[in-house]
């Protein structure tokens, strides 16, 4: 009796290991009999197992999951499995990492899956977006990043959020077939180190970089932040990793603020395996120096990484058109797609002021004034040059000087602002002096 009571044990403990699934709704399959609860969704009205609304498409189930997402409800309404025997108690492994759910939604917006424990450690959620409407779509989420972490450990109840967003109306949406998967090979990581910017370091405010000396930064992963920071080398250069990434701050607060209203553009090199969206934006904290206070401004931008390869970005300020300043940038913020499950390597995080692809060089006698200008701006020397050009910051060719025995130029026309007069000499040599137009 007691050999047998002791096996019984043996068996029950490895079949709590392991999470019940696939997970449906079919009459007697795991989920639908779960214990389902709905949260931060008004008065929480309760999941439903219901008929099909497609069942020709590639779900053909009969009965399927129904959430109301409630217009009024919190962006990360959802619904929980009860902690314990429903998916039982399991550890997130390279064999069953890889989550897929299928959803049939009227919006578009993103679809969020988390664990938790039952000490109410949680994997936080990762959400990727449905690309179809009123059509069954599978979705996946890739949860090797958490494996080994200790979230990753006793997780016994699993939680959607079938429309995770700001709901301008009320939506209806469906989910089935919660399966989980292998997680197959890893993603690859860059080999070679990021390529090295070569601006004079004059023109350069380095935050990162092995090139140039940087100036402090608070933290590269405020409190904030959801994602991982690891800081590698890379054949002996220095790289920022980021994984599991949702969104991540770096902060140049209190007396490390930082000024770059004398540069024009931010540069950094990125390396992805499996971002589909990069996203970054530059934060202002105005003349109170302080988050919130009423002064602020700051802008994003999205860009598209090119998969597998160091990709260099370099983007003149004019782009963030809605940072109304620049000196008193205190946050840089990176974030993308995959939410929540991102990897990516950055490097030679910085700000200059050079154009694109004009090389200066430095010649102390040439003299431009006055300066600031407001008609006529003066060349000192100018029969050297073989030509004499004018360009905005953001390297648009605004004025071209063709008569090179003239030492002066009509800049009256300008606009107020900074500009760069790029004068090349008979040699070939590329002389790059600033002026401002009053």
């Known amino acids: 009796m007691r050999k047998l009571l002791f096996s019984f044990i043996i068996l029950n403990s490895l079949i709590s290991l392991a999470q019940n699934g696939p997970i449906s709704f079919e009459p007697g399959e795991f989920g639908s009999t779960w214990s ?29 999951a129904k959430f109301t997402a409630l217009q009024g409800g919190m962006p990360y309404a959802g619904v929980e499995s009860a902690h314990g025997m429903d998916l039982g108690t399991f550890t997130l492994s390279p064999a069953n990492c890889i989550v897929k759910i299928m959803v049939y939604k009227p919006v578009i917006s993103n679809v969020g899956i988390k664990f938790a424990t039952a000490s109410g450690a949680s994997t936080g959620e990762l959400l990727v977006a449905n690309t179809l409407i009123n059509q069954w779509e599978e979705l996946t989420f890739n949860f090797t990043p958490i494996i080994g972490l200790p979230s990753s450990n006793g997780i016994d109840q699993l939680i959607v959020f079938p429309d995770f967003q700001n709901r301008t109306s009320t939506n209806i949406c469906y989910f089935d077939n919660v399966s989980f998967g292998t997680a197959g090979p890893p993603l690859p990581a860059p080999m070679t180190p990021a390529p ?9 405010i380095s935050m990162f970089s092995n090139v140039y000396t940087n100036v402090p930064v608070n933290t590269w992963q405020t409190a904030w932040s959801q994602g991982t920071l690891t800081d590698i080398q890379i054949q002996g250069n220095d790289t920022k990793k980021y994984s599991l990434l949702n969104f991540v701050g770096v902060e140049t607060t209190g007396s490390n603020i930082l000024n770059v209203s004398s540069m024009t ?66 946050q840089l913020i990176f974030s ?49 040059f073989a030509s004499i050009q004018i360009y905005s910051l953001t390297g648009e060719n605004i004025l071209i000087q063709t008569d090179m025995t003239a030492d002066k130029m009509d800049v009256s026309q300008l606009e107020s602002g900074m500009y760069v007069c790029v004068m090349e000499t008979i040699s070939g040599e590329i002389i790059k002096e600033k002026f401002i137009k009053d």
């Open 36 to 64: 389902w609860t709905v949260f931060e969704n008004i008065d929480n009205p309760p999941l439903e197992i219901v008929g099909n609304p497609d069942p020709s498409g590639i779900n053909t189930s009969s009965r399927v």
């Open 196 to 204: 090295d910017p070569n601006f004079a370091a004059n023109d350069v």
């Open 265 to 330: 553009h931010l540069y950094l090199n990125v390396w992805t395996a499996n971002m589909t969206e990069l996203r970054i934006k530059l934060v202002d904290f105005g003349n109170d120096l302080s988050y919130a206070g009423g002064d602020d401004t700051e802008h994003e931008l999205a860009f598209t990484p090119t998969l597998e390869n160091w990709m260099t970005l370099d983007i003149p300020f004019t782009e963030f058109v809605n940072l109304a300043a620049n000196n008193h940038i205190a």
């Open 336 to 384: 993308g797609n995959p939410v929540g499950n991102g990897i990516v390597y950055i490097d030679n995080v910085l700000f200059h002021n050079v154009l694109v692809g004009i090389e200066t060089i430095q010649k102390d006698e040439i003299m431009l004034y006055p300066n600031p200008v407001q008609n006529e701006l003066t060349i000192s020397d100018s029969e050297e």
